[in-house]
């Protein structure tokens, strides 16, 4: 199910349009990371909910330009950076497992 930003559902969108978000899900993702920033933390940079920082990375939002754009200049890249395609990477899910002491 595809969501706006104010949570209201919307229809799937073309191929095309889910490939796109996908990418940017994957770009703002890795970018994140390699900046060692949490999506809480990218959330509140970029003035919006974690919850849409969350669907962003996972290809489930349709994200508007200002909030692109303010997520580009937050992760210190062009807009045209998180359009870029890139695979999208399996989502490890729960904790890291410690290391043994």
Sequence with gaps: MWHLDAGVPCPPVN?????????IG???RR??????LTQESLAQAVGVELRTVQRIE??????GVAVLVELAHVLGVKPAALLKEAEVPEVKRGRPKKSPT
């Design 31 to 36: 970018l994140r990371q390699d900046r060692g």
């Design 26 to 28: 994957a770009n703002v």
């Design 58 to 63: 996972g290809g489930k939002t349709n994200l």
């Design 15 to 23: 191929p095309r349009v889910q490939a796109t978000l996908s990418h």
